[in-house]
């Protein structure tokens, strides 16, 4: 189940929230964005470097990435590409076409708590600010319910926390 932040901006009054985490289907999410990576949606050579490295896992939960410089703030997948720390394909549960199948679900991913705790990072996937072209931030959890108007720009804490599937 995903969580999300609901705004309300104190100076233009525009309305509006994110949803963080992912929802009910998180093997459905991870095949899309496997399917966007291959296609080319994070550009061309992001997807070479996913299939060029076997092993490779991603986050497919929503987080929050922040300008630095601008503070203009986007909601998306985390597209880096994780890898097992021991690298040893035949003692991983993890096959050559690079998922784990669940027993509940046909559909092949390899959990979130699991990369947590079995990978390492092996290349991280930068978003540019589309404003300021700087690069951007993945927010931390103290971050995520303070956010600026994407009217006005400004600086508003979250009215709300709801949950989402
Ligand atoms: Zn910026
Ligand atoms: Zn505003």
Redesign the pocket.
């Known amino acids: 189940m995903g969580y999300g932040y609901e705004f309300e901006c104190e100076k233009c009054h525009y309305k509006f929230d994110v949803s963080l985490g992912s929802g009910a289907s998180y093997p459905d999410v991870y095949q899309e964005v496997i399917r966007k990576i291959v296609a080319g949606y994070y550009g061309k050579r992001w997807s070479l470097i996913y299939e060029r490295t076997p092993d490779a896992a991603i986050r497919a939960n929503n987080y929050i990435y922040i ?6 703030w986007i909601c998306d997948k985390d597209v880096s590409l994780y890898v097992p720390k021991n690298r040893d394909l035949d003692s991983l549960p993890v096959l050559r076409n690079k998922y784990i199948v669940s027993d509940d679900n046909e559909i092949p991913y390899v959990p979130e708590d699991y990369i947590r705790s079995n990978y390492t990072t092996y290349r991280r996937f930068f978003y540019y ?1 589309a ?4 690069r ?1 931030h993945k927010a931390k959890d103290f971050e995520e319910n303070g956010l600026s108007c994407p009217r006005c720009g400004e600086f508003n804490e979250a009215v709300s926390r709801f949950f989402w599937n």
């Open positions: 300008c630095d410089y601008c503070h203009h600010c404003k300021c072209g700087r951007m």
